[in-house]
């Protein structure tokens, strides 16, 4: 496996984790799963500061809402593998984003 293979591996599963984390920590701090609903609150600094949550968070939701979908309501085949796709592009691209800020803070070598 080369090296940038690799580092884009290890980016995607960050991505994921740290997703994974916000969400799980928002559902723990506020009893109810986080959802791109926080968006529809209307103009207030709540709704300003969900922005910055949400793009991180965003793919693991979207893969919760899919696999929830794809049980419950039967979605097809091509519309998860759609959204597992877009999910992990997201989620390489904010690991990949949050990599680089550990370097840049000297946290990684």
């Not at 928002?26 to 968006?39: H, I």
Request: hydrophobic share 55%.
């Amino acid at each position: 496996m080369s090296p940038d293979t690799l580092n884009s591996l290890f980016s995607l599963l960050i991505g994921f984790a740290f997703a994974g984390a916000l969400a799980s920590g928002y559902q723990a701090m506020a009893e109810r799963p986080a959802g791109f609903g926080l968006l529809q609150e209307g103009v207030a600094p709540k709704t300003f500061a969900a922005v910055p949550f949400l793009v991180f968070a965003a793919p693991f939701i979207i893969m919760r809402n899919t696999l929830r979908g794809a049980r419950i309501e039967r979605r097809r085949f091509e519309f998860v593998m759609m959204a597992t796709v877009i999910s992990g592009f997201w989620s390489l691209m904010s690991g990949t984003f949050f990599m680089m800020t550990l370097r840049a803070a000297g946290v990684l070598g």
